[in-house]
């Protein structure tokens, strides 16, 4: 059986054309989602930073910094706590100027003298009243390596 044959066109179809689409769109696109990460990122990043200042940088901005919740960072020195009263007095310091703190509340078993610490609050004359401590500790951690490492160190935490 033959197959029939078409006829011969008398002119061939030319090529299909392809659409030409505009890159405007997506780069429109991609700037915009850029834009809006880097809006949420770094527009709210001022927002959520606190820095503290150290008694010697709070004296030289005195005047900008006084009746303002501030956080003040130093060294805890001459420390007196009363634990029926959770009243706790002790003074920051960075080897250049000095401040006395005050604080109403639980104290970290970290709080200690000569320790790091950063207070939040604000100045009542030349006395810091602090609603919040937090307490640096040691970045160290050992693992007690046998078993009488262990119980020496259970012992000294009792």
């Known amino acids: 059986m033959t197959v029939p044959?078409?006829?011969?066109?008398?002119?061939?179809?030319?090529?299909?054309?392809?659409?030409?689409r505009s890159p405007l769109p997506v780069v429109l696109g991609v700037v915009a989602l850029v834009g809006?990460?880097?809006?949420?990122?770094?527009?709210?990043?001022?927002?959520?930073?606190e820095y503290f200042v150290t008694p010697s940088e709070y004296l030289q901005q005195r005047t900008?910094?006084?009746g303002r919740p501030i956080r003040i960072g130093g060294l805890v020195k001459a420390v007196q706590y009363n634990p029926q009263t959770l009243d706790l007095r002790f003074t920051v310091s960075d080897g250049g100027a000095s401040f006395p703190v005050t604080y109403n509340g639980a104290v970290s078993d970290l709080f200690k003298e000569n320790?790091?610490?950063?207070?939040?609050?604000?100045?009542t004359g030349d006395t810091f009243h602090a609603r919040e401590l937090v307490v640096k500790h040691s970045e160290e951690?050992?693992?007690p390596k046998t078993?009488?490492?262990?119980?020496?160190?259970?012992?000294?935490?009792e």
């Open 141 to 143: 951690y050992n693992v």
């Open 115 to 123: 320790q790091g610490v950063v207070v939040r609050g604000e100045f």
């Open 5 to 20: 044959s078409s006829p011969p066109s008398s002119s061939p179809l030319p090529p299909a054309r392809r659409r030409k």
């Open 36 to 49: 809006l990460t880097g809006f949420i990122a770094f527009g709210n990043l001022g927002k959520s930073l």
């Open 147 to 157: 078993q009488a490492e262990l119980k020496d160190l259970l012992q000294r935490t």
């Open 64 to 66: 900008e910094l006084e």
